[in-house]
């Protein structure tokens, strides 16, 4: 028999699934392009070209059983963690070296091992709402429970006043995520610096250490030139999971890292479990020879200004059509108000005029949508009279 404890995955899967079923059965019907499906968080920019001519360059030149191989270390290889510790440096004037970085299969797998090597059985992690809804799967994982800091839903910077008073003995890390899924809020340097404040009087008051764990994965997603702030700078306990799976546009290829500064309280012994962690989970280590290409590519982007096009006209389209909308700095997400005061019954409603969103609900954040516009700019431009139906219907109820 199944596992009782994955049994309400498996109920929550099926409304996934539901959900794909959903956008298949109506562009069947009514053609794909005037489905309108803001889902996913799946980039809609093709990698660049660089990527691919890596691969073939490292098939043709470098050593098959170095490429294909097991790593030394289940951190990684040792040169593609220099290279990135260098880069982290030129970036953020930090003094990382390789032995401060952990390659990780993604972010997803990066966020397991911190909380594996960071968190026991029954501590409790905090994550400020709303928030990438696999945390609380993750945390489970582990044995800790992830409590949700209710929402700033004026800034949408984290709430930190709500924060100070769940923060306890029991309190082992805070999982913050910025530019933020999903609402694309980027946390201020202001933000970070009393956040920062906040833990290390709380760390004073119970005698533990609270470690910030800073899941980056739109790090190169921001807009207008807004500064996202390196949080090992602002806070010793920190580790920060990286993947290239939005900045390069390789979600499929599962690669990203795990930075833990030395700086950090315990950092040999924290370095060496995570090192173990990285096995233990069965990850074993990250993608080899997508490792190597990380590294080649270490100074390419995607192409940013594809997503800030389709940023401006989905969240001009939106005001004017009369929603109310944070305007987002970065990643590539909107967080939209919902018009009605059940968010799961407004994504029903969208979806009878093809537009498909996932509810705030999911995110710890009832009461608004959240709208992917990782899509092509004509289906931003096509959907706008769509929403503006929507609104109009909504008003005549
Ligand atoms: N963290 C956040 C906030 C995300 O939005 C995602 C993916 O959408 C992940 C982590 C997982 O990223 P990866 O594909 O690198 O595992």
């Known amino acids: 028999m199944t596992a009782k404890s994955m049994m309400p995955y498996v109920e929550g899967n099926s409304a996934i699934r539901a959900m794909f079923e959903e956008g298949a059965r109506l562009a069947a019907m009514y053609g794909k392009e005037n489905v309108y499906d803001f889902s996913l968080g799946n980039p809609s920019v093709p990698a660049p070209p660089e990527v691919n001519q890596s691969i073939m360059d490292i098939l043709n030149t470098e050593d098959p059983l170095l490429v294909h191989g097991y790593n030394q270390s289940n951190s990684g290889y040792e040169d593609v963690r220099q290279t990135v510790a260098e880069h982290l440096n030129k970036l953020h004037g930090t003094a990382f070296t390789a032995k401060n970085i952990v390659m990780t299969v993604g972010a997803a797998s990066g966020l397991n091992v911190a909380i594996k090597t960071l968190v026991d059985p029954g501590d409790e992690i905090l994550a400020f709402a709303p928030y990438f809804v696999e945390y609380g799967n993750y945390a489970a994982n582990h044995g800790a429970v992830l409590r949700a800091v209710p929402a700033d839903t004026v800034t949408f910077q984290p709430n930190l006043e709500a924060m100070a008073d769940m ?179 407004f994504c029903a409603k969208a979806k009878e005029h093809n537009i498909l969103i996932v509810p705030g609900k999911s995110f710890a954040c009832p009461g608004f949508v959240r709208i992917a516009y990782c899509v092509s700019y004509d289906t931003i431009v096509n959907s706008i009279p769509a929403f503006k139906e929507l609104m109009e219907e909504i008003k005549n109820e």
């Open 167 to 345: 923060i306890s003995a029991k309190t082992r890390a805070v999982i913050i995520n910025s530019p933020n899924n999903p609402t694309g809020v980027v946390y201020s340097a202001e933000t970070l610096r009393n956040l920062a404040k906040l833990l290390g009087e709380k760390q004073a008051e119970f005698g533990t250490d609270i470690y910030i764990i800073s899941d980056e994965p739109y790090r190169e997603l921001a807009y207008d030139g807004v500064d996202v702030p390196y949080v090992t700078k602002f806070y010793n306990n920190t580790v920060v999971g990286y993947s290239w799976s939005k900045s390069l546009s390789l979600p499929g290829e599962r690669i990203g890292y795990l930075v833990f500064p030395s700086e950090m309280a315990d950092f040999e012994n924290a370095i060496q479990a995570a090192n173990i962690a990285n096995r233990v989970l069965g990850y074993v280590n990250a993608p080899t020879l997508i490792q190597r290409v990380v590294a080649r590519c270490i100074d390419c982007s995607a192409d940013v200004d594809a997503y800030d096009r389709n940023r401006k006209a989905l969240y001009n389209g939106l005001v004017d059509a009369g929603y109310e909308c944070t305007y987002p700095e970065g990643a590539f997400y909107l967080f939209v108000k919902s018009p009605m005061d059940d968010d799961v019954a």
